[in-house]
């Protein structure tokens, strides 16, 4: 199978280019709080373009992956917590973990095929269901993902925060798993897995008419999506070393959700450019929200505009951009155009 | 090689679509399934295509018994069509919808293409290659199913209205191109057409479905002439003309 065309190279090109310039934009700016959210950008930019790979080719709408990106904070964080840690934040600790200290990166690494091989078992009896069914199933399975994160206090501290990770993600590394993700999704698509995908995407019944296994194309590609998702999840957790299960649910997933839509599910682009817009619209109202805040123009606490302003672009976008910015194209194909014009 | 079913029967609720209907198709020859509107062609075809389980009846492929196959298998044995309905894959390109069918194929990967290519430019669909399937016109449309079904390099194409929405001329040269696929892909077609003078000229035998059941069958000028098919299309005719 030939995946690496033109189209496919231009587009990794492009990306590739965009992430260092990002990075050096950083580097000359040279601000905690910017580095900060930058790092967040490049770990959204795994997290959406993971949601892509199966959301995008297969065309269902999947509420899951925050849920994923917690079983991957989470078991990367049981693995790479320091020994002494673990006494003081998980009192009832099985004793297999008890001595068990292993390096984040390999943590995260680990838990991102640990959640694989969680969503491989979870989402196999869900890969015959379609449009509605489907995407309320996967809306359960982040509940039951939830409950069980809420409720298995020994190894999740239950309700509380789970602390102590050690601080091992930086930009540098953010930066490397996003573009490596980014490559993989751009090989995926192309390649015969992804192609007879989109195929069932478009018309299932002519799809299996040509000999595509939906249920296993599917599978396949929540089960890729859910390694991105937990990798994520790992690096999420050892950049902020704290979280809690109310990090992973319902505005997390509308987050992601707002992301993919806006940029456009379809292309592995749109799900860059919306990590990308809604990363700086959210500062930016983030900033907004403060200023109007300590300006004392409004007396009552004004809380919730972001969550309003990208609710609002949501149902603007659903309305006349259903597609998202990227509906078909990728940027590499048009790069690949302009070319061959010249 | 050879294709046949051997009375099948189709039960719909309140309904008996297909009434013990037996035919066989050969490689290299192309059987034309005809009938008034609803008298069971399209069902007929998706028993065969594995889209419908038949209520009663067998499908064989060869000796082998293939009626409880999946579509994907049955591809795999030989067996590919197109749609009544366009289907094609309207977010990929034309390369794409066609390159697709042929992953199930057993050539390597760079026969597939010069495959693909090879069919792309009989069906004459040079020119729009690149483009999205959602922006063809239904002639188009209806070509790129042919070729992405002809893509799974099968031993028999299923054919349900090819030249359904084209223009005289449009479809007078997909008949011509019809005409040579069984020879030079080495196949057998069975074809539905509402378009009489298409299928007198394109196909070898005859088969006549009115109401579910077989009226007649046989080479084109003993069916032609056949009393039960004269009177079924008749029928046909007066009730359009007062529809
Ligand atoms: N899925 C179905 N459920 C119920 N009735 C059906 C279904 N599909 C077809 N029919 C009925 O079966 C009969 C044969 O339909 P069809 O095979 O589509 O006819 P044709 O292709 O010859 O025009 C028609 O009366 C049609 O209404
Ligand atoms: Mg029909």
């Known amino acids: 199978m030939k995946i690496i065309n033109n189209e496919n190279t231009f587009s990794i090109l492009f990306f590739l280019i965009l992430f260092i310039i990002i990075y050096f934009v950083n580097f000359f700016v040279g601000s905690a709080i910017f580095e900060r959210t930058v790092t967040n950008l490049f770990i959204y930019i795994i997290l959406v373009v993971g949601l892509q790979v199966f959301m995008g080719n297969s065309g269902i709408l999947s509420f899951a992956h925050i849920g994923f990106m917690s079983i991957g904070a989470y078991s990367s964080g049981l693995l790479s917590m320091p020994i002494k840690m ?64 809420v409720g298995w ?35 995926y698509k192309n390649s015969k897995f992804g192609l007879l995908l989109r195929a069932s995407r478009d018309n299932d019944i002519a799809a299996e008419s040509i000999g595509a296994n939906i249920v296993y194309l599917r599978w396949f590609a929540i089960i890729a999506s859910a390694f991105l998702a937990g990798i994520a999840g790992g690096l999420w957790g050892h950049f902020i070393t704290s979280f809690s299960p109310k990090s992973f649910y319902l505005k997390e997933t509308f987050l992601v959700i707002s992301m993919i839509i806006i940029g456009g599910s379809f292309t592995v682009t749109g799900a860059i450019a919306g990590a990308l817009l809604v990363t700086i619209g959210y500062e930016f109202l983030r900033w907004t929200e403060k200023v109007i805040k300590f300006s004392d123009v409004i007396t009552f606490e004004f809380i919730g505009l972001t969550e309003i302003v990208l609710s609002i672009t949501i149902i603007i976008f659903l309305i006349t951009k259903p597609k998202g910015l990227f509906p078909f194209k990728e940027i590499g194909d048009t790069i690949n155009k302009i070319i061959k014009k010249e | 090689m050879k294709l046949s079913c051997e009375k099948i029967t189709v039960d719909f609720v309140g309904l008996r679509a297909l009434d013990q209907v037996s035919l066989s198709v050969k ?8 009938g008034p509107n609803g008298s069971g062609k399209t069902t007929l075809l998706n028993t065969i295509g594995g889209q419908l389980k038949p209520t009663k009846g067998n499908i064989f492929k060869d ?43 057993n050539m390597n990967y760079s026969d597939k293409i010069k495959f693909c290519d090879e069919i792309i430019s009989y069906l004459n669909l040079d020119r729009i290659k690149h483009v999205l399937a959602n922006t063809l016109n239904y002639g188009d449309r209806r070509r790129v199913e042919i070729a992405r079904a002809m893509a799974t390099d099968p031993d028999f194409l299923l054919l349900d209205e090819p030249a359904a929405g084209m223009n005289d001329d449009e479809s007078e040269i997909l008949l011509t191109m019809l005409r040579e696929i069984p020879n030079k892909f080495n196949l057998g077609i069975l074809i539905i057409d509402h378009d009489m003078s298409l299928i007198m000229k394109l196909c070898d035998r005859l088969h006549v479905l009115d109401s579910g059941k077989t009226i007649a069958e046989g080479l084109v000028d003993q069916v032609k002439t056949h009393p039960d098919v004269v009177k079924a299309y008749l029928g046909e005719g007066f009730k359009n003309e007062n529809a």
């Open chain 1, 153 to 187: 206090s020994a190894v999740t501290n239950g309700p509380r925060t789970f602390f102590g990770l050690p601080k091992a993600t930086t930009l540098e590394i953010a930066l490397i798993f996003s573009f490596l993700t980014v490559i993989f999704a751009f090989i």
């Open chain 1, 86 to 149: 673990k006494g003081f934040v998980l009192r009832d600790l099985y004793p297999i973990f008890e001595n068990v200290a292993f390096d984040p990166i390999l943590s995260i690494l680990i838990g991102g095929i640990f959640t694989a091989i969680i969503a491989a078992i979870l989402t196999l009896p869900l890969m015959r269901l379609n449009d509605a069914a489907a995407v309320i199933s996967s809306f359960a399975l982040l509940m039951v993902i939830h409950s069980i994160v």
């Open chain 2, 63 to 105: 000796n082998l018994d293939i009626t409880e196959f999946t579509p994907q298998h049955r591809v795999k044995n030989g067996l590919a069509r197109s749609f009544q309905i366009v289907r094609t894959f309207d977010s990929l390109n034309v390369f794409e919808n066609i390159k697709s069918a042929s992953l199930v194929s």
């Open chain 2, 27 to 34: 490689t290299k020859e192309i059987l034309g399934l005809i």
